[in-house]
Nanobody, 129 residues
Framework: GLELIESGGGSVQAGGSLHVSCYVS????????MGWFRRAPGKEREKLAT????????YYHDSVKGRFALSLDNAKKTLDLQMNSLKPEDSAMYYC??????????????????????WGRGTQVTVSS
């Protein structure tokens, strides 16, 4: 079945950049909807950015607009997240997720839950001040 494998992340000082990547395994093509989320200790999971892969429409959370950017590679079946101007409050576990059978509106605006969709195991991002 479909699996999402994250890589990248790590530690950086405030103002620096990091890159995380999500590889789609066990599927012939990228799912129709993919995204990146994060969860910091003691906080709710936060939807950072999503992309409807048929049209390349995207959503970015206000907290990362202008700093984070998605990059989709259909041939490699990867969705990357480039993170610039990082802040200590960006520190969290970052998760890749994918949905199938949804439309553009749900992909960008809908609520993603653990029970619906596919989730990677996460990769840690730590930003020091």
């Amino acid at each position: 079945g479909l699996e999402l494998i994250e890589s990248g992340g790590g530690s950086v000082q405030a103002g620096g950049s990091l890159h995380v990547s999500c590889y789609v395994s066990g599927y012939s093509y990228v799912p129709v909807c993919m995204g990146w989320f994060r969860r910091a200790p003691g906080k709710e999971r936060e939807k950072l950015a999503t992309i409807f892969t048929k049209t390349l429409s995207t959503y970015y959370h206000d907290s990362v607009k202008g700093r984070f950017a998605l990059s989709l590679d259909n041939a490699k079946k990867t969705l990357d997240l480039q993170m610039n101007s990082l802040k200590p409050e960006d520190s969290a576990m970052y998760y890749c997720s994918a949905l199938t059978g949804v439309d553009n509106t749900y992909c960008l605006s809908g609520v993603w839950t653990d029970a619906y969709g596919y989730w990677g195991r996460g990769t840690q991002v730590t930003v020091s001040s």
